[in-house]
């Protein structure tokens, strides 16, 4: 079992920047694959970026490419959601989520899944 804990979630301007941590519990957190998600009110739960077990691969939405960045720390059991230049339509509930193999990851199946953390862009 692994447990998600997002954290750094907030309100921040359009143009400012934010970055969400998740803190994973368990001794097999470098074993997984870690992706981020987000859900805005009315609209389903989408993809926002994705990142290997080893961190040499990542993957992002087409909306955020250029202006977030997935990264993790292996040692800390932390994956991170570096997001510059924000705008209103990047407003949602972002998730943290673990994929515990690779196979999975390439498919889009995550197995845990964080509580979230709220994101506000005003304009």
């Known amino acids: 079992q692994v447990q998600l804990v997002e954290s750094g979630g907030g309100l921040v301007q359009a143009g400012g920047s934010l970055r969400l941590s998740c803190a994973a519990s368990g001794r097999t957190f470098s074993n997984y694959a870690m992706g981020w998600f987000r859900q805005a009110p009315g609209k389903e739960r989408e993809f926002v970026a994705a990142i290997s077990w080893s961190g040499g691969s990542t993957y992002y939405a087409d909306s955020v490419k250029g202006r977030f960045t997935i990264s993790r720390d292996n040692a800390k059991n932390t994956v991170y959601l570096q997001m510059n230049s924000l705008k209103p339509e990047d407003t949602a509930v972002y998730y943290c989520?673990?994929?515990?193999?690779?196979?999975?990851?390439?498919?889009?199946?995550?197995?845990?899944w964080g509580q979230g953390t709220q994101v506000t862009v005003s304009s």
């Open positions: 989520a673990a994929a515990v193999t690779s196979s999975r990851l390439q498919r889009g199946e995550f197995d845990y």
